[in-house]
C-alpha cells in the first residue's frame, strides 16, 4: 500500500480503537521477533498455536470437571456437593497424621462436613474412572494446522509486510 496523506489517514482511523502505546507496543514487538530472525507471519503463527493449545486445555479442564461433579461422592450429612483438596502436600496444609487428601462439603457454612482420607486426590480422581476423553495435541500438530489455529486467533493466515 503506498504511503500518503489518505492511506495514513485510513490506517488512523480502522485502527482508532488501539491506543498510541499499545501500537508502540506492537512496532516494539516486530522489531524485537525481526531482529531475532522471525518473520511477524511466524510469530504471529506461534502466538495462534500458543493460543489454540490453551483453548484446547481449558477444554479438558472442563470435561474432568464435568465428570467430577457426575461421579464425585455427595455429602453424608446434607446430601451436597463435596470437594477435594490434598493435604500434607506443602508447608500451609499440614494436618496430623499421615493424610493425603481432605473431603469437604461445599456448604462451608451451613454444613461444615469434612473427612480426612489417606488417599491422594490422583488416586480419588483415578478411583473415580475420571479421564478426559479430549488430549493436548502435539505441539507440531499446532502448526499443521494453521488455519485452524489462526481463525481461532483471529489473525490473519497471512500479511504481506513487505511494503
Ligand atoms: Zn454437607
Given at each position: 500500500?503506498?504511503?500518503?496523506?489518505?492511506?495514513?489517514?485510513?490506517?488512523?482511523?480502522d485502527t482508532a480503537p488501539y491506543t498510541w502505546g499499545f501500537k508502540k507496543d506492537v512496532?516494539?514487538?516486530i522489531k524485537v521477533v525481526t531482529e531475532k530472525g522471525y518473520t511477524p507471519h511466524f510469530a504471529m503463527r506461534c502466538i495462534a498455536a500458543r493460543r489454540q493449545a490453551e483453548i484446547d486445555q481449558v477444554n479438558i479442564l472442563e470435561d474432568v470437571l464435568e465428570q467430577w461433579r457426575k461421579k464425585a461422592p455427595k455429602c453424608p450429612k446434607c446430601?451436597?456437593?463435596m470437594h477435594l483438596e490434598p493435604v500434607n502436600s506443602k508447608p500451609s496444609d499440614q494436618v496430623p497424621g499421615s493424610y493425603k487428601s481432605i473431603w469437604f462439603c461445599a456448604n462451608l457454612?451451613?454444613?461444615?462436613y469434612d473427612e480426612l482420607s489417606k488417599k491422594s486426590v490422583s488416586e480419588w480422581i483415578k478411583k473415580f474412572?475420571?479421564?478426559?476423553?479430549?488430549?493436548?495435541?502435539?505441539?507440531?500438530?499446532?502448526?499443521?494446522?494453521?488455519?485452524?489455529?489462526?481463525d481461532a486467533a483471529n489473525l490473519p493466515e497471512d500479511i504481506d509486510f513487505t511494503d
Open positions: 500500500m503506498e504511503l500518503n496523506k489518505d492511506t495514513i489517514k485510513q490506517f488512523f482511523d512496532l516494539n514487538f446430601g451436597g456437593p457454612m451451613g454444613c461444615g474412572g475420571i479421564k478426559s476423553k479430549l488430549t493436548v495435541r502435539p505441539y507440531n500438530q499446532y502448526f499443521e494446522l494453521p488455519k485452524e489455529a489462526m
